[in-house]
């Protein structure tokens, strides 16, 4: 019993384990061993051998000091600037319509209120992911093909009749990006997707109420919103893409050499390495698509405020 001036006394779970600093310890000691895993990883396949690269890019084949000779040789190969000129155009074209596409495409999987249906478009997007590369061109092999296509009829309206005339080098940038946006573009979407539900109930209320239609919503409340989504975006798919390398090593292969086996950067390294046994010039061009790819991804964090607060 308790008078009017006495306050109740406090009611006491008895099955309500009570938090002690040794729950703290355990949680921290399994993150601690969650982030290390990673981190030897990291260190072993990411950190060391970049290390290595940039050992190898100044030094000659017997260990000397070169300078910026290995750069200088590079730079003047014939096949340098073609393969930065692939690459670039592959590049242009593909995060472009990466940009524009996923998040349109985001928005209206978004705005379909039909759950069954939004989570069929979504898991139909990102289907294609599920392939590997290699098995994603070799699958295109097909599709690239005007006899054996299923798009054979688009193929020939756009005056292909055989798969050399396809693959001609001057058509396989807007190939390549069709390729990568296929395989790679329903994961951002999903990843957008998510995004759109983190922007609050009431914005998009707000704006309605001010008779802003579902354009506009789109326009100015939430392509704003996704701003840092679509600069992480852009970040991720340039460092992929200045590695181009399995698409065209492949259809090299398949088309008897049509297709040259120094097309892209990533393939002059190759032949630096394996078959000109000169692994300091491979290293040289892996340097200068490191820097290239940092200032670029430079441009994504500034003009999309990545690491703004709110």
């Known amino acids: 019993m308790t008078t009017a001036g006495e306050a109740a006394p406090p009611v006491v779970n008895a099955h309500r384990r009570p938090v002690g600093r040794g729950d703290g310890a355990e949680r921290s000691a399994m993150s601690y061993a969650f982030i290390a895993l990673y981190a030897i990883l990291a260190v072993a396949f990411g950190i060391l051998p970049a290390f290595y690269a940039l050992y190898l890019a100044f030094t000659t084949g017997d260990g000397g000091f070169a300078g910026v000779d290995n750069f200088v040789k590079v730079v003047g190969d014939f096949r340098f600037l073609p393969a930065v000129t692939h690459v670039a155009l592959y590049l242009v074209i593909w995060l472009v319509a990466l940009v524009v596409l996923v998040s349109f495409l985001a928005i209206v999987v978004h705005a379909v209120r039909v759950r069954w ?129 399995v698409e065209p090593q492949l259809l090299s292969q398949a088309s008897n050499a049509v297709v040259p086996n120094d097309y892209s950067l990533n393939q002059l390294a190759y032949q630096y390495a394996f078959q000109q046994n000169d692994f300091n010039g491979a290293a040289a061009i892996s340097l200068l698509l490191l820097v290239i790819a940092l200032a670029l991804s430079a441009v994504f964090v500034t003009r999309g405020g990545l690491f703004e607060r709110g």
């Open 117 to 245: 249906m939004s989570r069929t478009l979504r898991f139909i997007f990102y289907l294609p992911g599920a392939l590997a590369g290699a098995s994603s061109v070799l699958l295109w092999l097909f599709v690239l093909d005007p006899t054996a296509s299923p798009v054979s009829g688009l193929l020939h309206l756009l005056g292909f009749s055989s798969f050399v005339q396809t693959i001609v080098p001057g058509n396989l940038p807007p190939v390549f990006a069709i390729i990568a946006f296929w395989t790679g573009a329903g994961g951002w979407i999903v990843i957008m997707y998510g995004a759109l539900n983190n922007i609050s109930h009431d914005v998009i209320e707000a704006a309605r109420i001010d008779g802003a239609t579902t354009v506009q919503i789109a326009w100015r409340v939430q392509l704003p919103l996704l701003r840092k989504w679509i600069s992480y975006m852009g970040i991720m798919s340039l460092a992929a893409g200045t590695q181009l390398f």
